[in-house]
């Protein structure tokens, strides 16, 4: 069964604190992708990438980076948090058939 | 325009009933379709996709496709509370890459 996994359900951080979301994918596949989820805004792409090194910023980069250093695993990166990055961010990988999504991550920055 | 609009709903229905959940896209040229289905606190999960005009069924889901009036919806017969949740619609751009659109969902509640 293909899976991507993200290493946290729940997380609270401090304003100002760096905070990193890891994802990993056990499918060897190319593309991998973060969104972040609020209610009455559906998803919206942060960030994603093609290939190892490789980022391109989605819909809404700001606040965000990325890092993808293996072909499994991407991870993102708010440098400074903010309350307003409070959110559930979701990690995907995609194929032929579609995106497979990670368990999420609900964030709270308090 | 959105590139995939659905129905923002909530979209109520009693147990037992059709819920009938619509979408529509802007890309003409896009070729692979797809539902997903988010239980609250959770995340998406893939229900069904479909690649060719007409009625795919699977169970007490049916996909349905027109490519001609770039309109995609899915059919849950039989609805059940368990049904209850959000249900994504998603487009894969004909590209390299398989990227994908997502609507913005619609909330259906099956009430018993």
């Known amino acids: 069964d293909v899976k991507v996994t993200q290493s946290s359900r729940y997380l609270v951080k401090r304003t100002g604190e760096k905070v990193f979301l890891e994802c990993v994918q056990d499918?060897?596949?190319?593309?991998m992708f973060w969104y972040r989820q609020d209610p009455g805004l559906g998803l919206r792409l942060i960030y994603f990438?093609?290939?190892?090194?490789?980022?391109e910023k989605g819909d809404i980069p700001e606040g965000y980076s990325v890092s993808r250093e293996k072909k499994e695993r991407f991870s993102l990166i708010l440098e400074s948090a903010s309350t307003n990055q409070t959110s559930m961010y979701l990690c995907?990988?995609?194929?032929?058939?579609?995106?497979?999504f990670g368990s999420g991550t609900r964030l709270t920055v308090v | 325009q959105k590139e995939v609009e659905q129905n923002s709903g909530p979209l109520s229905v009693p147990e037992g009933a059709i819920a009938s959940l619509n979408c529509t896209y802007s890309?003409?040229?896009?070729?692979?379709f797809f539902w997903y289905r988010q239980y609250s606190g959770k995340s998406p999960e893939l229900i069904m996709f479909?690649?060719?005009?007409g009625d795919k069924e699977d169970g007490r889901f049916t996909a349905q496709l027109n490519k001609a009036s770039q309109y995609v919806s899915l059919l849950i017969r039989d609805s059940q509370p368990s049904d209850s949740a959000t249900y994504l619609c998603a487009v894969m751009l004909l590209n390299n890459n398989n990227d994908m659109r997502f609507g913005a969902g619609t909330r259906l509640t099956v009430k018993p």
């Open positions: 995907a990988s995609n194929s032929n058939y579609g995106y497979t």
């Open positions: 990438s093609y290939d190892v090194k490789m980022k």
């Open positions: 499918m060897d596949h190319e593309n």
């Open positions: 890309d003409r040229g896009s070729q692979s």
């Open positions: 479909i690649y060719s005009n």
